[in-house]
């Protein structure tokens, strides 16, 4: 069995083709359970810890039969307040094993993350835009030592 930490989604088929995205959202769900082992558990608010990296803050938004949709993000201390970023929804899509960006908020403020504008963007674009940045994170938030358990 290929571990996931060697699979490269973009690598696997044609970058924004909709067979890549699939693997993509495939890798993102393995990457996700590392994160939270106990997905198709957990309810509520939970917070992750790890000296020297920023607090990782998960919400349990929606449960249902086959998914289970949550908020990802860190809080930092701002002269307005506390703010939320990357502040993304997830779903998590438990019979299918594959996770997916539903949003980012906030996405436009970091230039790494703004594409050119294009008159006519494809939704598989966005998409695939996204999950990328979910897939990167998951990967950075395990390799931090960020997880999460039921206490």
Known sequence: MLLDS????EAIVR??????LMALYESNYLR???????????DGCFRSRVAGACDLHV???????????LGMTYHFECEDGT?????????????????????????DRHTELRRPARAHRRELDE????NVVLNK????????????LEY
């Open 6 to 9: 060697l699979l490269v989604p």
């Open 15 to 20: 970058p924004k083709s909709f067979v890549g």
């Open 32 to 42: 996700l359970l590392r994160l939270i082992p106990e997905i198709e558990r957990l």
């Open 59 to 69: 919400e349990i938004l929606e449960r249902c039969r086959y998914t289970v949709t």
């Open 83 to 107: 703010l939320a970023d990357p502040d993304m929804k997830v779903r998590a899509y438990l019979d299918g094993r594959l996770a997916e960006v539903m949003s980012i908020r906030g996405a």
């Open 127 to 130: 998409r695939w835009k996204r």
């Open 137 to 148: 994170w998951l990967e950075y938030l395990t390799d931090q030592g960020h997880l999460l």
